[in-house]
């Protein structure tokens, strides 16, 4: 099955941007030949410029890259206002509730509705350019609305995924000192409220001075506190707004967002991202990798928390001028069918969603998607995480009925949109693939010298070139980009970019992604920072010590796989005792107030020590492979306590 070659049912895609391999090679090629020129012709027909830019790339500062200096611009105006002279009585977001409710927005009112909030910002709350604005919301169309409202002023928005927990959101409050916070009183899912506003309450306890104003959408009505001077209701103000708002128009290098993302040491890093490389990209992405088409109707169903969401559901699809649908509830409820129902309801076009919801739906719904007209469906697209071949071939067969194309995209928080992606109407695809790099990306494998692996080996996922819509910097630790990023790999005696992922390039060119080559785990599409998760729980009292590890997990890719060394040990076998229960219970909750709920542990084992160096460094490639009952071949004499190597897998096999 994986050796199969599926090729693109040409007769879906007349319109397509790229529309065969030739065309796709010619584009590289250009690329190659006038990389500069290339990326100046795109930006000067896809982007509407209030003052056009003088300079391309200027790499002087590297790897502080800028592009398009000189250029000025409104994203707003980008994703909305030029639109309304063409299509201002289309559908721009289509909103559909958990429990059924819809709501449509064309780009007329959604102008307005932009142009009224930012009204609200900047008279209310006194929102300037470069101010920070942090975004707590659930997925209603407020939460676009905020984000655009604050492009339209220049602010930066943060928005922080409504499942993190009070002390995740205080973070990120204060280190990008934000002034002000919207939020909501909640949201519904699965057929029940539940609440945002008691989270900010929370959050903004201590520590919080920047913070100056809450604003919060009125959404599930439930009963909220409302701090006197501090909280206003959206809903209340919002009526005296004026539709018409003056746009604040900015430098292309301005920063356009931060969206905080979990690396593999210290506390969750502040991706800076730009406005006019970024948003150039996340239009282009759009047109070639789901090939929208002006009547298309496209369906993301990330969250706006995190970077797919706000490049797929929010900037690309506006700027392209495509209609977005925007979900609240989750796609198993009522039932399995939820997701195929609402395919077939609004005649969507493009579907994408993360291989952890394919292998749910496929699990639970099996038989599901028969059930519905999903005949509109052109492009099927994957996020995330590997997809593995029989989530591919489910998806490939019963959702896109084997006519759709499925484009396998790899990206990341840093790179703003798509890197390595098929093309639905040229590419022909390996399953579980992520095939070649997008024209204008210079998506290279290599080792850390610069040298290519040989063809099947393993080496590091690398962009050799600076590309428009890449992070700019860490908010505030311009040191720690350097690092983080340009530490790994050099190619022609530059550092490059290094994503953190392991790959293979294939006989035929083709790239597959292996995954983190770091301590970050992949759960369910989410970056988990294993020091995070550790630092969380050694705040529990009775915990000496602690190593986390990512461990196979059917429907989520990877589980958090806790190995936790305790001060007082209770009693001697420490295996499913209902002491162990206990402290699991107690380790999870640190974990949920730490983090929130989405880092808690699959699986806990309590050993008495962790195998380390004798330097001290724990092995945990020797735990990972515990963790996944792996026989150990490792050689083990040189740790500093070889004999625990056994004793933990005697514990974690329960013998
Ligand atoms: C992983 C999500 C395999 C990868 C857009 C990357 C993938 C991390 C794929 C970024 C894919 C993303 N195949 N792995 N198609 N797409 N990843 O920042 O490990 O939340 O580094 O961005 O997800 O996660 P992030």
Known sequence: MTDQIFYPHKELFPNSPIRNMCEYDELVEKFENDYEGTWEAFAREKIDWYKPFDR???EDDAPFYKWFEGGELNVAYQC???????RKNKAAIIFEGDNGDQRILTYRELYYEVNKMANLFRNQFDIKKGDRVVLYMPMIPEAAIA????AKLGAIHSVVFGGFSA????DRIIDAEAKLVVTADGAFRKGKPYMLKPIVDKALESGCESVQAVCVVERNGEEIHWEPGRDYSYNELIKNESVQCEPEIVEAEHPLFLLYTSGSTGKPKGVQHSTAGYILWAQMTMEWVFDVQDNDTFWCTADVGWITGHTYIVYGPLAAGATTVMFEGVMTFPDAGRAWKMVEEYQINQFYTAPTAIRLLHKMGQDEPAKYDLSSLRVLGTVGEPIDPPAWKWYYEAVGGSRCSIVDTWWQTETGGHMISPLPAATPVKPACATFPLPGIKAEVINPDGSKPEVGEQGLMCITKPWPSMIRTIWG???????????DAVKDGKPVYFSGDGAIVDEDGYITITGRTDDVINVSGHRMGTAEVESAIKKHPNVAAVAVVGKPHEIKGEGIFAYVVLKEVPVDKRDETAEDLEMVKEINAIIKQEIGAIAMCDAIAFVPD???TRSGKVMRRLL??????DTITQDTSTLENPAIVGEIE??????
Do not use: Q, W
């Open 147 to 150: 984000m655009l409202a604050c």
């Open 56 to 58: 391309v790339l200027n």
């Open 477 to 487: 630790d311009p040191e720690r980009f350097k690092k983080s990023y340009f530490g």
């Open 650 to 655: 005697a514990i974690v096999s329960g013998g």
């Open 610 to 612: 962790l195998p380390k």
């Open 80 to 86: 909305v206002g030029r639109h309304l002279a063409t």
């Open 167 to 170: 002390e995740a959101l205080r």
């Open 624 to 629: 990972r492979a515990i963790a996944k009952g």
